[in-house]
C-alpha cells in the first residue's frame, strides 16, 4: 500500500510563500504521474500540478507562474513551493500519485492567506 504524507501547510499573509512537501513511502519515480490537487471552499477540487515521470510538468491556470512542483528521487518527496499567495489559495491541498489504474492520496493539508 502506497502511503503519502503531506507537510509544510500553515498561515501566511497575502503575498507571502509557502512550501509544502509529499513524502511517498515508494520511490517517486515508479509512479506515471505526481500530482498536487487542492480543494477550496465551495468548489470541488481541482488540480494544481501535475508532474509526469517523462515529459513536462503541467499547472493550472491559476497557478502558472506562482507555483512549482518538484520531486527528490533520493528523499521521495514531491513538493510544492507556492509564491505570491492570495486568500483565494486558501483551502486542503492534497498530494496524489498514479500506479497503474490506481490513484493514491495524502490527508491533505490546510493553507490559510488572510491579512
Known amino acids: 500500500q502506497v502511503q503519502l504524507v503531506e507537510s509544510g501547510g500553515g498561515f501566511v499573509r497575502p503575498g507571502g510563500s509557502l512550501r509544502l512537501s509529499c513524502t511517498v513511502s515508494?520511490?517517486?519515480?515508479?509512479?506515471?504521474?505526481l500530482e498536487w490537487h487542492r480543494q477550496t471552499p465551495g468548489k470541488q477540487r481541482e488540480l494544481v500540478a501535475s508532474y509526469p515521470r517523462w515529459g513536462s510538468r503541467r499547472y493550472a491556470e491559476f497557478a502558472e507562474g506562482r507555483f512549482l512542483i518538484s520531486r527528490d528521487i533520493t528523499l521521495n518527496t514531491v513538493d510544492l513551493q507556492m509564491n505570491s499567495l492570495q486568500p483565494g489559495d486558501s483551502g486542503v491541498y492534497y498530494c496524489?500519485?498514479?500506479?497503474?489504474?490506481?490513484?493514491?492520496w495524502g490527508q491533505g493539508i490546510q493553507v490559510t492567506v488572510s491579512s
Open positions: 515508494q520511490n517517486v519515480f515508479s509512479f506515471e504521474t
Open positions: 496524489s500519485v498514479r500506479l497503474g489504474t490506481s490513484d493514491y
